[in-house]
Nanobody
Framework: QVRLVESGGGLVQPGGSLRLSCAAS????????MGWYRQAPGKERELVAT????????NYIDSVKGRFTISTENAKNTVYLQMNSLKPEDTAVYYC??????????????WGQGTQVTVSS
């Protein structure tokens, strides 16, 4: 019903930048919130940033504040994560998440397939 497709990961040197994108498609009635999570090897998945589609309020984990920016293009059901001043500890698989209501059914969380971000010299 609803599919999320991510792009933009890769290998970058410390201090570099990457921009992740996640586009939702399918039978979508509405999306109330979007976010990015990450999971490093041997660690649990953690919430990185969220944004509300109604009003655009944002939240970030402390370790990325001032370096990462989450934004949306609601008309395209797309969420972005601009990552600047990247550090090796940002290395992880990044997953987008959307709280969406399909045309048929109730609201639920949907996940992207994950994109690898590696910060290394």
């Amino acid at each position: 019903q609803v599919r999320l497709v991510e792009s933009g990961g890769g290998l970058v040197q410390p201090g570099g930048s990457l921009r992740l994108s996640c586009a939702a498609s399918g039978s979508i009635y509405s999306i109330s919130a979007m976010g990015w999570y990450r999971q490093a090897p041997g660690k649990e998945r953690e919430l990185v940033a969220t944004i509300a589609t109604n009003g655009g309020s944002t939240n970030y984990i402390d370790s990325v504040k001032g370096r990462f920016t989450i934004s949306t293009e609601n008309a395209k059901n797309t969420v972005y994560l601009q990552m600047n001043s990247l550090k090796p500890e940002d290395t992880a698989v990044y997953y987008c998440n959307m709280r969406a209501t399909p045309i048929w059914g109730g609201p639920r969380d949907y996940w992207g397939q994950g994109t690898q971000v590696t910060v290394s010299s």
